[in-house]
């Protein structure tokens, strides 16, 4: 998210009012003037102006957009805590986009020094391949670089101009890279310009540019593929084979059991069904062991797309059908003749084997 915001939204509109990086060092040189006062301003209004509705989306996802609008039209003064808060995290906000920068990556955020233990020789990293750009020279169209001892850099130091985080990546790996590729583009425009191959300055690996040559499969890229494969599979299953209503049966507390007519026994259950389709779904409670019968409590159950629904019922089982004074009883989720899923309760009855 960091770099998404400030390479995708900040730096875009900063390029936009004050221009690439030479025009914001020239601006950033210069007297305060008139120009110099509108374009900071603006660019200030507009940062703080983007923290603050990413604040209040964040607090929408939190508390709700019903509940969010409530709290706009009441008035700042009527949820002065809140509206504070507000502030405070589009204030931090602000100053991280807007100051703190990447910073945030070098110092705060734990990902790169995660990656850092990780790393070995054979990670596919954005690097320099120094192979064939040292010894570094500056270009001259009218030598041969090769016969006069010259790699491909020119020394142009574009790459590190480019750099967000103001490192040079030709020294190697290092904790600040946030991967954003702007080096390899530029120093791609300046292979260009200057007639040599691009690449000087690309994805891979110290062991591909130290051996100069690079293998499509080895055991790690192997057993990766297979992880992953696995993994992949796991989750497409997961969401293939899973039903359409997940239901929970659950005893009404304080209730054990009833007589029900003649030599019959009922106990009272509450069902929760939720729907994970996008339709709604009439569902039938259907016993499937010890026979018995269902009786839904109100209306005919429906459940409609992604919502839960409730609902009481009763199970009367016959005295011939009970063993025990407690059974483990299974119930079908169906709807109309198809069974989504099955789910098991307990029937509490008199100490049958007693009698």
């Given at each position: 998210?960091?770099?998404?915001?400030?390479?995708?939204?900040?730096?875009?509109?900063?390029?936009?009012?004050?221009?690439?990086?030479?025009?914001?060092?020239?601006?950033?040189?210069?007297?305060?003037?008139?120009?110099?006062?509108?374009?900071?301003?603006?660019?200030?209004?507009?940062?703080?102006?983007?923290?603050?509705?990413?604040?209040?989306?964040?607090?929408?996802?939190?508390?709700?957009?019903?509940?969010?609008?409530?709290?706009?039209?009441?008035?700042?003064?009527?949820?002065?805590?809140?509206?504070?808060?507000?502030?405070?995290?589009?204030?931090?906000?602000?100053?991280?986009?807007?100051?703190f920068r990447e910073q945030v990556c070098i110092i705060a955020c734990p990902y790169g020094r995660l990656q850092g233990v990780l790393l070995d020789n054979k990670s596919i990293v954005v690097?320099?391949?120094y192979k064939r750009g040292e010894p570094k020279g500056k270009h001259n169209p009218l030598e041969n670089r090769q016969t006069s001892g010259k790699g491909d850099c020119i020394d142009c130091?574009?790459?590190?101009?480019?750099?967000?985080?103001?490192?040079?990546?030709?020294?190697?790996?290092?904790?600040?890279?946030?991967?954003?590729?702007?080096?390899?583009?530029?120093?791609?425009?300046?292979?260009?310009?200057?007639?040599?191959?691009?690449?000087?300055?690309?994805?891979?690996?110290?062991?591909?540019?130290?051996?100069?040559?690079?293998?499509?499969?080895?055991?790690?890229?192997?057993?990766?593929?297979?992880?992953?494969?696995?993994?992949?599979?796991?989750?497409?299953?997961?969401?293939?084979?899973?039903?359409?209503?997940?239901?929970?049966?659950?005893?009404?507390?304080?209730?054990?059991?009833?007589?029900?007519?003649?030599?019959?026994?009922?106990?009272?259950?509450?069902?929760?069904?939720?729907?994970?389709?996008?339709?709604?779904?009439?569902?039938?409670?259907?016993?499937?062991?010890?026979?018995?019968?269902?009786?839904?409590?109100?209306?005919?159950?429906?459940?409609?797309?992604?919502?839960?629904?409730?609902?009481?019922?009763?199970?009367?089982?016959?005295?011939?059908?009970?063993?025990?004074?407690?059974?483990?009883?299974?119930?079908?989720?169906?709807?109309?003749?198809?069974?989504?899923?099955?789910?098991?309760?307990?029937?509490?009855?008199?100490?049958?084997?007693?009698?």
């Amino acid at each position: 998210p960091q770099t998404i915001f400030m390479e995708f939204v900040f730096r875009q509109i900063e390029y936009l009012i004050e221009g690439d990086y030479n025009f914001q060092k020239k601006l950033n040189r210069q007297k305060w003037n008139f120009e110099k006062i509108w374009k900071k301003s603006l660019k200030h209004a507009i940062f703080f102006g983007i923290a603050f509705f990413i604040s209040n989306t964040f607090l929408a996802y939190i508390v709700g957009t019903d509940r969010l609008l409530e709290l706009v039209t009441d008035g700042p003064l009527a949820h002065i805590g809140s509206f504070i808060a507000l502030l405070l995290f589009s204030g931090v906000f602000y100053f991280i986009f807007a100051f703190f920068r990447e910073q945030v990556c070098i110092i705060a955020c734990p990902y790169g020094r995660l990656q850092g233990v990780l790393l070995d020789n054979k990670s596919i990293v954005v690097a320099y391949d120094y192979k064939r750009g040292e010894p570094k020279g500056k270009h001259n169209p009218l030598e041969n670089r090769q016969t006069s001892g010259k790699g491909d850099c020119i020394d142009c130091s574009s790459c590190v101009v480019v750099c967000p985080t103001g490192i040079d990546i030709r020294n190697g790996t290092q904790l600040e890279c946030i991967n954003c590729t702007a080096c390899m583009d530029a120093c791609d425009t300046i292979m260009e310009k200057v007639n040599l191959p691009k690449g000087l300055i690309r994805y891979t690996s110290e062991k591909i540019i130290a051996e100069g040559k690079s293998k499509l499969f080895n055991a790690r890229s192997i057993s990766y593929s297979v992880f992953l494969t696995i993994l992949l599979a796991i989750v497409v299953s997961v969401f293939t084979l899973r039903s359409d209503i997940e239901s929970t049966i659950l005893r009404v507390p304080g209730t054990l059991f009833q007589e029900y007519g003649n030599d019959n026994f009922s106990n009272v259950y509450k069902v929760q069904l939720v729907n994970k389709t996008r339709t709604a779904l009439p569902v039938e409670l259907r016993m499937v062991s010890h026979g018995g019968e269902i009786i839904v409590m109100g209306d005919p159950i429906i459940v409609d797309g992604g919502k839960m629904s409730e609902a009481n019922f009763l199970i009367v089982m016959p005295r011939k059908n009970l063993t025990s004074s407690s059974t483990a009883v299974e119930i079908g989720i169906f709807s109309g003749d198809l069974l989504i899923d099955k789910t098991k309760a307990t029937f509490i009855a008199p100490n049958i084997l007693d009698d």
